[in-house]
Every structure is written in C-alpha cells, then in structure tokens.
C-alpha cells in the first residue's frame, strides 16, 4: 500500500493527511485534533475532514468522497473514505457487522488493575445544553459496550500514567472515554469525562491541553465484485 502525505487537487482539511490506499478507491486518513470527522452545521466545513459541502443522507462529501465511519473532534488519527459509492457500502457493511478491528492508544491517569480486562457496559447517550454526553448507568435506551483494554506502559508518578491499547468491538457514541472515566482511568485532556484538575497540572508540565485518544491501527477485509480484499492502516502515538 502505498503511503502519500497529501492528494493534490483534494480538499482536504487543514493538517488532515493521506496515510494509506488501495487500488479500489478505499482510503486512510490522518484526522489532527479540532477536526469535525463531517460538518454539523452550515459554515463548519473549514475545520471538517474536506473543506467542501457534506449529505448526511448519502454520509458523502461534495466531489464524491464517501466518509465510513467518525472520530470525535478532540480524537486524532485514522478515519476511512472511499471515493467510490460501491466500496463505501461494502466497508460499511462491515462496520455495521463489527467485523473492522480498530486500535486506539489513550493515555490515562492512574492504573489498571489487570493488564489485560474485558470491559462490557450498557451505555446511554444523552444531549444535554447541545452535547452529548454518554454514562454507564443504562437504563432506558441504553446499548451494551465492549472493549478490550491492554496495558502497554505505566509511568510512575503521582497520580501514574499508563498508556493503553483498547479495541472496541462495539461502536457507541463517546464509549471509550466514557470507559476509562467509569473505571478511574480518565483519558489526559478529557473536556468532558476527565479529572479537570490533572489535566491542568499535566499541561503546566508538559505545555499539552489535548485529548490524549488516537485512532492507531485499522484492519478489514471487504467483499466486491465477489472478490475479496484485505485492507490495514497504521499510525501510532506518541504520547509516551
């Protein structure tokens, strides 16, 4: 697979960069922080993934550029397009089936009990003021989250920070952060879910505000014309 920085003649947001692509037109992307993964609202497409006009409806940027699945705006990293209708509808099939393995590195505050956890959650999504805002509390509407959590480094310190690997096997809205804060593992720079007081002292001594979740690694494979191709991108942190 060849890995080009940039498409000339693309409009692609400010900082986002091409990673990786195959000859069928399914691509990877690098998303940067602050990035909307599509615009929400007339007058954002400067800060989304292309600079140009979305439909929600048909989940396409303007020029044919198909989006295949979303990154929270604060979340850097991979992100699938593809640029042709057929094969965004064969990569979806395949998110809507969980049979696309998707890596993160999140560094936390604290430590996990295990180095290895299954975590499984009944998750619900509320809008509260205009945000989202997800808990662990189920209840009406809420939907089962798992995750599968890897220890990779700790720092000791008070409090410790480890940097984890976590594949979620489901696809719920804010799941891994809303996770990671249930279990007392918030991730660093978390606006929302996190421990606002650590997050200051971490960016006094390292001068980084940022949510510290990066989409690392995506693998699938995807079935057109009856054939069946393979596909992988890989992009790690470098938050330890």
């Known amino acids: 697979m060849s890995v080009p920085s940039s498409q000339e003649g693309w409009p692609l947001g400010k900082g986002v960069k091409v990673i990786g692509k195959d000859k069928n037109g399914l691509i990877a992307l690098c998303k940067p922080a602050g990035i909307l993964s599509h615009p929400n609202r007339r007058g954002e497409e400067k800060k989304s993934l292309f600079s140009s006009p979305y439909d929600p409806t048909s989940r396409c940027y303007e020029g044919g550029y198909y989006l295949l699945n979303r990154l929270d705006s604060a979340t850097t990293g991979l992100i699938l397009i593809a640029t042709d209708g057929e094969v965004a509808r064969a990569v979806v099939k395949e998110f809507e089936k969980q049979r ?85 593992l918030p991730i660093v720079g978390d606006q929302t879910y996190g ?46």
């Open 195 to 240: 421990q606002f007081q650590w997050n200051r002292q971490f960016a006094r001594k390292t001068g980084r505000k940022g949510l510290h979740l990066h989409s690392a690694a995506i693998r699938l494979n995807y079935i057109l014309k009856e054939k069946k191709y393979e596909f992988s991108a890989k992009l790690n942190s470098d938050f330890l």
């Open 100 to 184: 696309v393995e998707k890596i993160y590195h999140a560094l936390v505050f604290g430590k996990p009990s295990q180095n290895r956890e299954k975590w499984e959650d009944v998750l619900r999504v509320e809008k509260k003021g205009g945000q989202l805002r997800g808990q662990t509390r189920g209840g009406k509407g809420g939907l089962p989250a798992t995750t599968l959590m890897r220890q990779i480094k700790v720092v000791p310190g008070m409090p410790p920070l480890s940097l984890l690997e976590l594949q979620p096997v489901t696809g719920r809205t804010h799941q891994l952060r809303v996770q990671c804060s249930q279990r007392r």
